[in-house]
């Protein structure tokens, strides 16, 4: 079996997010030897491919190395990335069915554009001990979905952030009732080639920092849409030392997410399911 490391939402190698992917299967292997092989390869997430009958339309499971995840944006476009530029699928548009239903990738000119559903964001009071969680940052505004966003004065803060993530991953548990994980977000400094700057730590999910969070841009599009008057933004994640760069268009429910994507490293895996 083969296996590529794709950087994802990266103009260039070493930039963005890294993601495995395993080349396509006719069955999922047991999900033990899935999640042994995501806690081997040591990324963000390990994707795994599901071929059927439909040459342009696959299953798509995605693992970090503690724990499987319902969703995943850089993986995704890992995975597009690796079908259609390293096994040389010729479709327009590929579908994948993935525990949060279907989700599309297509070329649009030199990016990935992903077809994510936008999540139901809600404004909730500030939970008690976050801003000490995150290093004495002032937290103006809590958000909470699938996990917590907590909005900071400026760029500056964001990349200041100290997370004790150990208290990030139960304060989030506590407001969200999900895995536990943070983003600390705010407007970008004048002058930047994006409008939102963030980061993204993940504790719940077996992941200190992230450097490049698609599911994350399905909660910080709703939210600074509204803020700013325009569904089409750019984001910038400032993961120390990478960094990812998306730009995210809101339609109604659904969340248009384009971005970049490099292949690092293709090998061949020496074990079997």
Same mark, same amino acid.
């Given at each position: 079996m083969r296996q590529w490391t794709v950087d994802a939402f990266a103009s260039e190698p070493f930039r963005g997010n890294p993601a495995c992917v395993v080349e396509p299967v006719r069955a999922w292997p047991a999900d033990a030897w899935m999640q042994k092989l995501a806690a081997e390869n040591n990324q963000a997430e390990t994707a795994y491919l599901l071929a059927g009958d439909d040459p342009a339309r696959f299953g798509l499971r995605w693992f970090t190395p503690t724990t499987e995840v319902p969703l995943c944006g850089h993986a995704t476009l890992a995975s597009a990335h690796v079908l259609l530029a390293e096994l040389g699928l010729g479709a327009p548009l590929v579908t994948f069915d993935t525990q949060s239903g279907p989700l599309t990738v297509r070329r649009a000119g030199?990016?990935?554009?992903?077809?994510?559903?936008?999540? $139901?964001?809600?404004q909730v009071e500030v939970p008690t001990g976050l801003s000490e969680a995150l290093g004495g940052l002032e937290v103006l505004e809590a958000w909470a979905a699938q996990m917590l966003v907590a909005v900071v004065r400026d760029e500056a803060a964001v990349r200041a952030a100290r997370p004790d993530l150990a208290a990030l991953n139960a304060i989030s548990i506590e407001a969200t009732m999900g895995r536990g994980n943070v983003a600390v977000a705010a407007l970008a400094d004048a002058g930047r080639p994006y409008q939102v700057v963030s980061r993204f730590f993940a504790p719940g999910s077996g992941i200190p920092e992230d450097p490049a969070t698609g599911s994350l841009h399905c909660m910080l599009s709703p939210i600074?849409?509204? @803020?700013?008057?325009?569904?089409?933004? @750019?984001?910038? $994640?400032a993961y120390p030392g990478r960094g990812g760069d998306l730009e995210c268009e809101l339609k109604g429910e659904r969340v248009l997410l384009r971005g970049q994507a490099q292949t690092v490293l293709a090998g061949e895996l020496r074990v079997a399911p």
């Amino acid at each position: 079996m083969r296996q590529w490391t794709v950087d994802a939402f990266a103009s260039e190698p070493f930039r963005g997010n890294p993601a495995c992917v395993v080349e396509p299967v006719r069955a999922w292997p047991a999900d033990a030897w899935m999640q042994k092989l995501a806690a081997e390869n040591n990324q963000a997430e390990t994707a795994y491919l599901l071929a059927g009958d439909d040459p342009a339309r696959f299953g798509l499971r995605w693992f970090t190395p503690t724990t499987e995840v319902p969703l995943c944006g850089h993986a995704t476009l890992a995975s597009a990335h690796v079908l259609l530029a390293e096994l040389g699928l010729g479709a327009p548009l590929v579908t994948f069915d993935t525990q949060s239903g279907p989700l599309t990738v297509r070329r649009a000119g030199g990016l990935y554009e992903m077809d994510f559903p936008a999540a $139901q964001v809600r404004q909730v009071e500030v939970p008690t001990g976050l801003s000490e969680a995150l290093g004495g940052l002032e937290v103006l505004e809590a958000w909470a979905a699938q996990m917590l966003v907590a909005v900071v004065r400026d760029e500056a803060a964001v990349r200041a952030a100290r997370p004790d993530l150990a208290a990030l991953n139960a304060i989030s548990i506590e407001a969200t009732m999900g895995r536990g994980n943070v983003a600390v977000a705010a407007l970008a400094d004048a002058g930047r080639p994006y409008q939102v700057v963030s980061r993204f730590f993940a504790p719940g999910s077996g992941i200190p920092e992230d450097p490049a969070t698609g599911s994350l841009h399905c909660m910080l599009s709703p939210i600074y849409a509204a @803020k700013l008057g325009s569904s089409v933004l @750019k984001f910038h $994640q400032a993961y120390p030392g990478r960094g990812g760069d998306l730009e995210c268009e809101l339609k109604g429910e659904r969340v248009l997410l384009r971005g970049q994507a490099q292949t690092v490293l293709a090998g061949e895996l020496r074990v079997a399911p």
